[in-house]
């Protein structure tokens, strides 16, 4: 049984998440969006309100993440959905403008399966979510069954 991806896009920058958006569907990624504009109301869908990830138990997520946000960290973001047992094998993609070096190694430490740093320019940054789309119309996501 193939269980359809839901993308979580938890990105503070309106104008960045409707690029984010408008790209991946101009690659032909046709999964529902689920965005959020902080990390309280995105920790809150994904691990549910007494924070076990339960309610996303068996669903199909890639978590698009900026590491910029308004109310906490998105290195905190990261470190709690790879420690819920129920998301842990959640794919997350970490899309921001932060490309130092020490930030980047963090973040794959905590478990990122990507990171791509947004570059400044709008069109190299258009071309690059372009790409991000492709990569996941050809990607398979493991569901959150454990």
């Known amino acids: 049984m193939n269980t359809p991806v839901t993308i979580v896009m938890i990105e503070d920058d309106e104008g ?19 965005p959020f504009s902080n990390g309280t109301d ?20 890639l978590i698009l993440l900026d590491l910029n946000l308004p109310d906490m960290t998105g290195t905190e973001i990261l470190r709690r959905v790879k420690e819920t047992p129920h998301l842990k094998c959640t794919p997350v993609v970490v899309l921001t403008t932060t490309d130092d070096a020490h930030e980047i190694k963090r973040c794959y430490e905590l478990g990122c399966n990507v990171y791509i740093t947004k570059p400044v320019n709008y069109e190299n940054f258009a071309n690059a979510i372009r790409q991000l789309g492709l990569f996941f119309s050809v990607i398979q996501v493991p569901s959150n069954a454990a």
Do not use: C, Q, W, Y
């Open 42 to 61: 995105a920790m809150t869908f994904l691990l549910g309100n007494d924070g076990n990830g339960v309610p996303r138990k068996g669903e199909g997520l």
């Open 16 to 34: 960045h998440a409707r690029l984010i958006e408008r790209n991946i569907r101009r690659s032909g990624v046709n999964n529902d969006i689920v």
